[in-house]
């Protein structure tokens, strides 16, 4: 090799040693300028974005708001529930805080310490939270926060609960785990009781873990505004008990009952059974929380018929003393389909074909009218259209217009065929009726509430229509009222001393295009006639026993209405008014055997007039028997033996019951009582009895009648519910 050779090998290999060491050189120089530019060039504004990436916004949860009926009995409301979880790798836990702590929780649940056990030996080896428990209350918290054990960790959540259980639940409807309501007053009005959640400024680390820091900026959640409802909760638990016993008494599917004020549409109770738990709305069927009143579409039958009387009156299509024959078969064909009563009727009145409920006679009304104006009357009546009540889910039926109706649908709408319609729009229907002609909407929510008790927003009843002339609806007052008779096919819903106006029906069903056996039978009415305060309508969906709603839905109003009307002072009072015009409540005990001076002592208690025959001894003879009433212009007069010793004709054991007392217990065991000891019972009102005649310790001849009177019983007792 040359020497030139040797040098440049030389020179090249010093060239990049150079350039190694300059490059060395140069990263302690870029490092250093960058440390300047952080620190003092650009700092400040680099500090800025730092802070606020580690700053981050956490939501504060607004607290649902409550909802209420209309007495302020609360119905809905949120309860603070706990989560128990365990991180099991905090210093200083032993085995014998874990056991203390399984066993806590094993009494709490009532369950084995062993299933806690067994979570926490089964945990990820890595496991820094394992879920033991949840939904426990506040008491079941403090008992595992007393046991003081560092690696326990405890979380609040709410969640809501309905106070009643299963009271007004297709009205209240449910919440979902995020408190958003499903259906019912919570979902309808789910954007007013949920309030605006707050926000809270926290900061993050590289971690993702989230940490306060003083001056955090902080938003405070605005809770839920409270709903004041119609709804009363007595009036509620009498017709879920009432419908509940109703459906399983007719073996129905289902049954669907309302309450409704007339004069202003507030709506007093809506229920449906069977029915579910909006605490544990998943425990039922989905069939179950399905609310019919609003979402199901039947044929309603003949209490259609309204329709076709009010339109008839009012537009002189009938005459009240006309008579209408029908054939001796109780059938008539019409375009080739045969139209038939429940059974032949012969010949009728107009107000016979109502309280009868003809079918034919009905129909041969309804031709005389032109379908416009029969549709017209339909549509004012809220036929095809919705109520717009303040609930999710209403539909608004099918009610055709007159270019799609075939040559029988006119005769068949006029019994309630060929015509789709919720219960609660046959309800405002007979609504608009005993309020004069004026239709109101139906509606839930009285008044909403801020978390201060202003008043945010008040609801005002709302007219809708006028369906037809209040002289029309006069006319056919006595007509409805009539059905409500011996004579009607309303009886079993008569009351006595209760005037009732209303109209059964009885549908049969579409099943596979074709008419079945199977039948929705119905009762609708409105008491008191005189001065209407309450609607109620009762259906049953496919009654095992029978068909009429009659005899099935009837008996339900009518034990619904009762127990109603024994809330209801101003009603009650009107009862006790005519009875005490038309009955006498004083009856004459049992005296034979007394002492004269017994017998004095009880007559003026009752304040029952008397005299004696005789001077002395024991009652041997009474001119008024023992158990009869007593009229107020006539004396009860007593013959007396003039003898030392009672007769020994009289056997007080044999022919004479003491009467126990009755006050304080239930019409059902009150009544069974009696009956034991031979006497009879006459119930005024329902519940628990407060009074009794003749009272405790007085002695009637067997085979009399006792009279009990009862009011309805508490809300607690009446809305029993499993706390499960």
């Known amino acids: ?268 109770a809506l229920a449906n059974y069977p029915t579910f738990d909006p605490n544990y709305p998943g425990n039922d069927d989905d069939l179950n929380r399905r609310n019919f009143a609003i979402s199901d579409m039947v044929e309603p039958g003949s209490t259609f018929k309204l329709v076709t009387a009010i339109a008839a009156v009012e537009q002189n299509k009938v005459d009240f003393e006309e008579i209408f024959e029908t054939p001796e078969t109780g059938e008539v064909e019409i375009h080739g389909l045969t139209l038939r009563d429940h059974d032949p009727l012969g010949d009728m009145t107009f107000q016979e074909v109502i ?18 104006v029969f549709y017209q009357y339909a549509r004012n009546l809220g036929f095809g259209s919705q109520t717009n009540i303040d609930l999710s ?80 609806l006069n006319k056919l007052l006595p007509v409805f009222e009539s059905v409500v008779t011996d004579s009607g096919t309303g009886e079993y819903a008569q009351i006595q001393g209760l005037r009732i106006a209303g109209k059964t029906g009885t549908a049969k069903k579409v099943y596979q295009g074709r008419y079945s056996n199977k039948y929705l039978a119905s009762f609708v009415g409105f008491f008191p006639v005189e001065d209407p305060k309450y609607v109620c309508l009762i259906m049953l969906n496919e009654p095992k026993t029978s068909g009429y709603g009659g005899y099935t839905a009837g008996p339900i109003f009518r034990e619904t209405a009762k127990r109603i009307a024994g809330l209801d002072n101003d009603i009650q009072r009107s009862i006790l008014s005519d009875e005490t015009e038309n009955e006498v409540f004083v009856y004459a005990p049992s005296l034979v055997g007394m002492k004269k001076k017994e017998a004095e002592l009880l007559l003026s208690s009752l304040e029952i007039p008397f005299q004696f025959q005789g001077i002395n001894g024991y009652v041997i003879s009474q001119t008024i028997e023992a158990g009869s009433s007593v009229p107020k212009s006539e004396k009860l007069v007593m013959t007396l033996s003039e003898s030392i010793s009672r007769p020994d004709t009289i056997s007080a054991s044999t022919r004479f019951a003491e009467i126990p007392e009755l006050r304080g217990m239930n019409m059902r065991m009150a009544t069974s009582l009696l009956a034991d000891i031979g006497l009879k019972t006459k119930i005024v009102g329902s519940g628990t009895i407060y009074a009794q005649f003749p009272k405790q310790g007085e002695r009637m001849r067997v085979g009399s009648t006792v009279i009990l009177r009862g009011k309805a019983k508490s809300l607690e007792l009446i809305a029993k519910t499993d706390r499960r």
């Open 1 to 268: 090799m040359s020497e030139r050779t040797a040098i440049l090998k030389r020179t090249a290999i010093l060239s990049r040693m150079f350039l190694v060491f300059g490059l060395l050189l140069l990263i302690p120089c870029v490092l250093a300028f960058q440390l300047i530019r952080i620190n003092y060039l650009e700092g400040e504004e680099l500090r800025k974005l730092w802070s606020q990436q580690a700053i981050s916004s956490i939501p504060i949860p607004a607290q649902r708001g409550n909802i209420y009926d209309a007495n302020g009995t609360l119905l809905a409301t949120n309860v603070a529930n706990y989560l128990i979880a365990l991180d099991p790798k905090i210093e200083g836990q032993t085995s014998e805080q874990i056991a203390a702590l399984t066993k806590t929780l094993g009494k709490i649940t009532n369950q084995p310490a062993s299933v806690f056990k067994k979570k926490i030996d089964e945990a990820p080896s890595r496991s820094r939270y394992i879920v033991l428990a949840r939904n426990l209350t506040p008491i079941d918290r403090d008992a595992v926060r007393n046991l003081d054990i560092k690696g326990v960790i405890i979380e609040e959540s709410f969640r809501r609960r309905y106070t009643f259980g299963s009271l007004a639940s297709h009205s209240l409807g449910f919440v979902n785990r995020k408190m958003q309501g499903r259906i019912g007053l919570e979902a309808f009005y789910d954007q007013e009781l949920s309030g605006e959640n707050g926000v809270q400024q926290v900061r993050r680390d590289p971690k993702n873990r989230i940490s306060a820091y003083v001056g955090a900026p902080k938003k405070l959640p605005e809770n839920g505004k409270s709903l004041y409802t119609t709804i009363d909760s007595y009036i509620q638990a009498i017709l879920e008990d009432e419908l509940k016993d109703g459906v399983e008494k007719h073996l129905a599917d289902y049954g669907t009952g309302i309450v409704i004020d007339p004069k202003t549409g507030a709506i007093k």
């Open 355 to 372: 309280q009868k409920s003809s079918n034919v006679a009905t129909a041969e009304i309804a031709m005389r009218l032109k379908p416009k």
């Open 393 to 472: 889910g209403e539909v608004s039926g099918i009610l055709n217009k007159p270019y799609n109706w075939s040559l029988v649908s006119l005769p068949w709408l006029s019994h309630g065929y060929e015509v789709l319609a919720t219960p609660l729009q046959v309800a405002q229907a007979y609504a608009a009726f005993a309020n004069g002609g004026m239709m109101m909407r139906p509606y839930l929510v009285d008044r909403i509430e801020d978390q201060n008790g202003n008043i945010i927003r008040q609801t005002e009843p709302v007219e809708i229509r006028r369906v037809a002339k209040e002289k029309t």
